[in-house]
């Protein structure tokens, strides 16, 4: 599959050193948000290349039923890489210099970015949590593979403090003074579910393989905070519906 490379690809290429209002993507075509008349119920109509958000594997999902796989071991290999992080106007984005990835299903997927969602957009047995962070990977042939981590309420997490604590308040992007680790995101045990879906966001691309940690970390109340106020939106798509889909733990 040949595809973006990031989750919200169309409106990170739409800055470029300015920050624009809310909803204006000059030279974008019709803008896609997550509510009202561009919400997720409107994206399949509002351009033709988003037609794949009415397929029959889209994310996120509610994991439940799932069916005990045996799944091996994800083998991570993340150094600290986090060197910019992006306001694009639907969610704070952490971009990853070359170099570190996972490697599944015998292939090797670099991480591109790690960005997140308010709620989650996955549930875990019909549970939504707080926040939830996409880990944003692809192969040397665009195919992506994205893994999830969850968030509670609790103590705060490092990385999302060194990450959050320079965005922009408006649509742009910072330097990172010091380069952020992806590893900070993942809990120690990594267990996890395997599900196959599709990007959350237009153009809702289908074929990425979803890693869903199942050990929540936490963020704190500030953190949170934080992320929402300078959003000022809830940035998570409706659950969408399993079809035929298993769901492997
Ligand atoms: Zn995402």
């Known amino acids: 599959m040949k595809t973006t490379m990031t989750l919200c690809a169309a409106a990170v290429m739409a800055i470029s050193g300015v920050a624009y209002a809310a909803g204006e993507h000059p030279g ?12 997720p119920a409107a994206w399949t109509k509002l351009k033709p290349e988003f037609s794949a ?7 996120p999902v509610n994991l439940t039923g799932t069916i005990d796989a045996q799944l091996p071991a994800v083998a991570f290999n993340y150094k600290a890489g986090g060197t910019e992080v992006v306001n694009n106007g639907h969610t704070i984005q952490v971009n990853y210099e070359a170099g570190n990835g996972i490697s599944m299903d015998g292939m090797q997927f670099e ?12 549930q875990i047995n019909g549970k939504s949590f707080p ?40 649509e742009g992007k910072a330097a ?29 691309s289908e074929g990425v ?41």
Not at 53 to 59: F, L, Y
Request: with cysteine.
């Open 28 to 39: 974008h075509g019709p803008h896609w948000g997550y509510k009202g008349d561009t919400g």
């Open 53 to 59: 958000c009415a397929g029959k594997n889209q994310s």
């Open 131 to 170: 926040l939830e962070a996409h880990l944003v990977h692809a192969d040397k042939d665009g195919d992506l593979a994205v893994v999830s981590v969850v968030f509670d309420l609790g103590p705060s997490n490092p990385a999302v403090g060194a990450a959050w604590g320079q965005m922009p308040k408006a």
């Open 209 to 249: 393989r979803w890693v869903v940690m199942k050990k929540p970390m936490t963020i704190s109340k500030e953190q949170l905070e934080a992320f929402k106020t300078t959003l000022g939106f809830d940035n998570n798509r409706p659950v969408q519906p399993l079809n035929a889909r298993p769901i492997l733990r």
């Open 111 to 122: 991480l591109k970015q790690f960005h997140f969602h308010s709620p989650s957009e996955n």
């Open 176 to 204: 990172l003074p010091a380069k952020v680790s992806a590893k900070g995101l993942l809990p120690a045990n990594r267990d996890y579910y395997r599900y196959n879906g599709s990007l959350t966001t237009p153009p809702c």
